[in-house]
C-alpha cells in the first residue's frame, strides 16, 4: 500500500520526524512549507488541497478537523509513547497505513496511540 504522505507541526520532534521518513513515509515539516509562522487552520487547509495528512500533538486540530474537510489528522498524546523510543511512533504509524489508505483517511481523526 502507497505510504501516506504527512505534514508535521511544529510541536513534533524531529527525531520523530526523521524516524518517519527513514521509515518511507513522505514528510514535510510546517516550518519546511511555512516558514516560522504558520497557522493551524491554514495548515488544516491546505493539506486537503493536497491530500496530506497532518501529524500532531496539537489538539486544536481535533477541533478543527470536527469544523470542516479535511486530508486526515493523526493525533498523539502520550509523550512516554515517542520519549522511550521515538521508532514506536514511526512503527505505530506503519501499522495505521497498513489499514488506512490516502482516500481512507479523509476527514477521519486517528490517535497514534491506539496502534501501538
Given amino acids: 500500500m ?10 513534533v520532534p524531529r527525531v520523530f520526524t526523521g524516524a518517519l521518513r527513514s521509515t518511507g513515509f513522505d514528510v514535510t515539516t510546517a516550518q519546511e512549507r511555512y516558514g516560522q509562522e504558520s497557522v493551524d487552520s491554514s495548515i488544516l487547509d491546505d493539506c486537503a488541497e493536497t491530500g496530506t495528512v497532518v501529524l500532531t500533538n496539537h489538539r486544536d486540530f481535533v477541533r478543527m478537523a470536527n469544523e470542516r474537510d479535511h486530508a486526515g489528522v493523526v493525533m498523539y498524546t502520550d509523550r512516554r509513547f515517542r520519549l522511550d523510543d521515538p521508532t514506536n511512533p514511526a512503527g505505530a504509524l506503519v501499522e495505521m497505513n497498513r489499514y ?11 490517535w497514534l496511540d491506539n496502534w501501538r
Fill in 100 to 110: 488506512y489508505s490516502k482516500d481512507g483517511m479523509a476527514n477521519t481523526v486517528e
Fill in 2 to 11: 502507497e505510504r501516506l504522505s504527512l505534514l508535521v507541526d511544529e510541536h
